[in-house]
């Protein structure tokens, strides 16, 4: 567990650094960008749906792991519009949280429940 939330500070610090960068190249209109990059229909755009789809995939995880309430929801909608910036943190402190349990990690409210 300790790797992982390793991993996580470094991907934290990474994202946030490169994300600074492609702000002060680019500017903030980063959707104006993406949606470019999707419409374009060469190899970026098959990254960028795969990311897209992973990105869903976990929106739908941290929503169902918090227990489907208000917060559920904002946690899933900001896991999607901030990726790692989000999900990163989000994860770190779900290790910490969980205790550093497996289960209690991946379960979230559920794991208490009885299979």
């Not at 419409?39 to 795969?50: E, I, M, P, V, Y």
């Not at 901030?82 to 999900?87: A, E, L, P, Q, V």
Request: glycine share 6%; aromatic share 14%.
């Amino acid at each position: 567990m300790n790797a992982m939330r390793i991993l996580l500070v470094v991907a934290t610090v990474g994202i946030y650094a490169l994300t600074i960068t492609a702000i002060m190249a680019q500017g903030w209109n980063w959707p104006a960008v993406a949606i470019n990059d999707l419409l374009a229909l060469n190899w970026r755009s098959q990254f960028d749906f795969d990311f897209v789809v992973h990105l869903l995939l976990l929106a739908c995880w941290v929503v169902w792991r918090e227990g489907a309430n208000a917060k559920a929801y904002v946690f899933g909608v900001l896991s999607v519009v901030m990726g790692g910036m989000f999900s990163f943190p989000y994860l770190i402190h779900a290790t910490y949280k969980a205790k550093a349990r497996p289960r209690a990690l991946l379960l979230g409210v559920h794991a208490t429940e009885q299979p």
